[in-house]
Structure formats: structure tokens, C-alpha cells
């Protein structure tokens, strides 16, 4: 079966990539290097021992896509798209065009080659304010907190719009808590431009140095100790439900819908010991006001996913802190020797 995963470099695109390879998947990557670099090829194929096709465009290109198509697509994993949500807030306009067309770009081609099988990429933001925790698929979608997250609901809309009178197209939304840690290789992460937004990229340059303390948003939330509490899933566990997703795409379900997380929410606090207990660095924080559309509680209720898919985290925080603390002490060696 050969896949098509856009934005193949990116931060879980790549470990898809190597769950791919791994489970005997052929596959084509498309990255435009927007927020990735070449060199996660190679590694990539260090890590697995294979080889794939990688075409350096991007998604709108449309000649670069019918070469791609020419070789016949079984399935596409959409992970191309524009993701920093405060950046989105300033920039709509381009963060709906992206992300917007080229999902046109792409599920037009799929049609005009017979391509059915589409995994989009969509985010726990889809529930926006959640009225209880933990979140089911069945929830209500509501406006998202900034348009990042509302092309998230858009785009949702318009593959079930498309499902609804498409009979042979099968479409899995995969709803992501908060994706962190590395693979255990230490060749693979995040690790993004300038100051991280994220909690775990932030904690990890604080562990390192390259920032002096935590800045924790808000200890005045209703949640235990205060502050925010989330549903942290390592990446390798999130890479693995694409597999398994894909699995499900090939006995023609139509449109389905699985949050993918690991069920359990955890404090910023609670993530800044775990992190220290993890690596045995100390992560000095500080109390701050809380930031703009933050919400209390986020997590994920995975029933479905184990039900249907056969989804399960193999891997703990604690194991996500160790192994994205691995990859940022092992980035940073590499960045030093120029590589
Ligand atoms: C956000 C997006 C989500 C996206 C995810 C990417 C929203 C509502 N959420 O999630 O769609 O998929 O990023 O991983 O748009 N925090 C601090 N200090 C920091 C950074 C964060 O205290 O320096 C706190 C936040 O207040 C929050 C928690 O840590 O309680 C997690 O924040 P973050 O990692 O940014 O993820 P989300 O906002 O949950």
C-alpha cells in the first residue's frame, strides 16, 4: 500500500513516517520545509533502514502532485498546514488560505486519481470550551479559540460534507490531545523556531539553558492545583494510531472520528516534577497571568480508538519528558558540530 503523507518532515509527521516504514508501508512525503528540515530524511532512514520518496514542494503545487499521483496513491496522511496558534490570530487570512487549499488542493487530486483513503490531522481545539471533561468523539464541535483551530473545524466540516455524498471515500479524523516527547533515538522531535509557544518545547530550552525559567500561565484555574491541566500523548503513541487508522480506512468505513490521547490529564505543575524526575534537571518556573483563550481542562476519552482500532499508549509522560529531553541535549551537540 503506498501513502502519500504531507508534511512528512514536520514534528509528527516524521515519526508517522518511520511507523509507516516499519509496518511495511510504502511511502511519498511532500514538505515544502515551511517548519522542517531535509535532514530528518536521512534520518529517517537511519532509524528505519529503508528508503522513500521525497518531493521537496509544496502541497499547492499541482504538477508536483500529479507526479506524485502518477504512481498510484492508496492513501494520503495530511499533516501539511500552518499550526502556531498565537500566529494565527494575527494572520487569519493566511492561516485559512493554507490550510484551506491546499486540503482542496490535495482531496481534488485524490479524485481526479481515484485516491478514497484520507487521515486528516485534526486537534482536540475542534471541542473548543468543553463543558465536561473527559471529551468523546460525540461532542458537540464548536468555534475553536483562534482561527489555527477553526480551520481544524472547517476542514472537518468539509470531509464530512464530502463523505456524506461520496460512497467510496473513507476519511478518518484523528483528534489530537497534546502530542510531545521524541523518538527514543534522539534523532527525531521538536524542535521549533525561536521561543517556543508549546509547554514541553519551552521546558525542554529551559533544561538546557537556552531559557531561564518556566513561565506558568495561570494557578487560579479550577483544577487541582490551579493551573492548566492537558492530555499529554507521546508522539510515538500518535504516530502509531495513524497506522492503525489506516488500517481501518482499508474495510471502507466511510467518515470515522477518534480522539487520540491517552485518557489521563495532567497540571502544568505536575508536567514541570514530571519533567524534573525524568531527566533530574531542576526547571525553575515562575506564576504568571494566564494566557489569552487558554482553557481549564483538556483530555481525551480514548475509548473508541481501543474499541475500534486497537489503540493504546505504550508510553508514559515520564517516558515522553526522558525521551524529548534525549533529542533537545542531542539537537543541540549536533547544532555545535554544525550538522
Ligand atoms: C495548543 C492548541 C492545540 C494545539 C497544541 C499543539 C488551542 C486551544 N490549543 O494546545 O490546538 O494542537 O497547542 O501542541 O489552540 N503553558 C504554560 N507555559 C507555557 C506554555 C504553556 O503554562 O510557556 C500551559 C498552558 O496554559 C496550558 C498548557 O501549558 O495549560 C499546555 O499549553 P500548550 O503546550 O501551549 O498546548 P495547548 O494550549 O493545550
Redesign the pocket.
Known amino acids: 500500500m503506498r501513502v502519500l503523507v504531507t508534511g512528512g518532515l514536520g514534528f509528527i509527521g516524521s515519526h508517522t513516517v518511520v511507523a509507516l516504514l516499519e509496518n511495511g508501508y510504502d511511502v511519498t512525503v511532500i514538505d515544502n520545509l515551511y517548519n522542517s528540515k531535509l535532514v530528518v530524511k536521512d534520518r529517517i532512514k537511519e532509524i528505519t533502514n529503508k528508503d522513500f520518496k521525497t518531493v521537496i514542494a509544496d502541497v499547492q503545487d499541482e504538477k508536483a502532485l500529479d507526479e506524485i499521483f502518477k504512481d498510484k496513491i492508496d492513501a494520503v496522511i495530511n499533516f501539511a498546514g500552518y ?1 502556531a ?1 498565537g500566529e494565527s490570530v494575527k494572520k487569519p487570512l493566511e492561516y485559512y488560505d493554507n490550510n484551506l487549499t491546499l486540503t482542496f488542493a490535495l482531496l481534488k487530486k485524490m479524485r481526479e486519481y481515484g485516491c478514497h483513503n484520507f487521515v486528516f490531522s485534526s ?3 475542534v471541542y473548543g470550551n468543553p463543558e465536561r471533561v473527559p471529551m468523546y468523539e460525540t461532542d458537540p464541535v464548536t468555534d ?3 482561527p ?2 477553526e480551520t ?1 473545524v472547517m476542514i472537518e466540516r468539509i470531509l464530512k460534507d464530502i463523505a456524506a455524498v461520496t460512497p467510496d471515500f473513507n476519511c478518518a479524523l484523528l483528534r ?1 490531545f ?3 516527547g521524541a523518538h527514543k533515538s534522539g534523532l527525531l522531535g521538536e524542535d521549533p523556531n525561536g521561543i ?5 518545547p ?1 521546558i525542554a530550552k529551559v533544561a538546557t539553558g537556552e531559557l531561564k525559567e ?5 494557578n487560579d ?1 479550577d483544577t487541582p492545583d490551579g ?4 492530555d499529554y500523548i507521546h508522539v510515538v503513541d500518535l504516530a502509531k494510531g495513524h497506522v492503525l487508522a489506516l488500517k481501518k480506512l482499508e474495510q471502507n468505513p466511510g467518515l470515522v472520528i477518534y480522539n487520540l490521547g491517552t485518557g489521563k490529564g495532567t ?2 505543575l505536575e ?1 514541570i516534577h514530571d519533567y524534573e524526575e525524568a531527566t533530574g534537571v531542576k526547571i525553575p518556573y515562575v506564576i ?1 497571568p ?2 489569552a ?3 481549564a481542562t ?1 483530555y481525551a476519552n480514548c475509548d473508541k480508538a481501543a474499541k475500534e482500532l486497537g489503540f493504546h499508549c505504550d508510553y508514559t509522560v515520564l517516558d515522553a519528558c526522558r525521551d524529548g529531553y534525549h533529542f533537545q541535549v542531542e539537537e543541540a551537540k549536533r547544532k555545535k558540530e554544525g550538522k
Open positions: 499550526k496558534v486537534s482536540a481545539t475553536a479559540t483562534s489555527y483551530g481544524k489530537y497534546n502530542p510531545i517556543p509557544n508549546n509547554l514541553l519551552y518556566v513561565n506558568v500561565f495561570g484555574y493551573t492548566g491541566v492537558r497540571s502544568v508536567m504568571k494566564r494566557r483563550g487558554d482553557i483538556s
